[in-house]
């Protein structure tokens, strides 16, 4: 949108703001271009894994949310469950306590922001795509949104990708997801 609009006002650029702004469009173009080539490239080489195949399995996980997690938590040996791999990419609650009173907050962001937004908008597009599903996975999103809101839920769905995905790394094919513990 941003390059349609800047190339109708070029011809009433001066001459070296003109080649200037032409040159830039043009390496932006190639970077848009190579930019495919590795999105290509990454799908390709997700659908030949055997693990990231199994990670492309869960609602809201794609090949490059795939090829993330599986570059960042590797086999799952590095943390004991998959609540510290979800603690681990920020997508657990902070506590707060005073007076034997422990309080959860938001979640606390730390970790990989990469990874955190990748599984957020993995559970965006979970809700988006909800319709009138009728699984048991389905009826559980539904009712979280219905409950806690939008953004909690889609945290919440993304935090369960999270742990999921570490035990699907970590336990390989003796992993299995049922339809009933989606």
Known sequence: MLRRHITEHLD??????????????????H????????????????REDA??????????????TASALLASIGAGHDFRNGRQVAAWIGLTPGQYSSG????????TKAGDAYLRGLL????????ASLGEKQDRFSRWVR???????YWRAAIAIAAKNARLAWASLKYGEDFRLEPSAE
């Open 143 to 149: 009712t979280l949104v219905e409950r806690r809101g």
């Open 120 to 127: 957020v908008n993995g559970a965006r597009a979970v809700i």
């Open 12 to 29: 009433t650029l001066p001459g070296w703001a003109k080649r200037s702004i032409s040159d830039l469009l043009e390496h932006a173009g």
């Open 100 to 107: 034997g009173k422990a309080r959860l907050g938001s979640i």
């Open 51 to 64: 693990r990231s195949k199994r990670l492309m399995q869960l609602r809201g996980i794609g090949p490059t």
């Open 31 to 46: 970077i848009e271009d190579r930019l495919l080539e590795y999105d290509r490239a990454i799908i390709e080489i997700a």
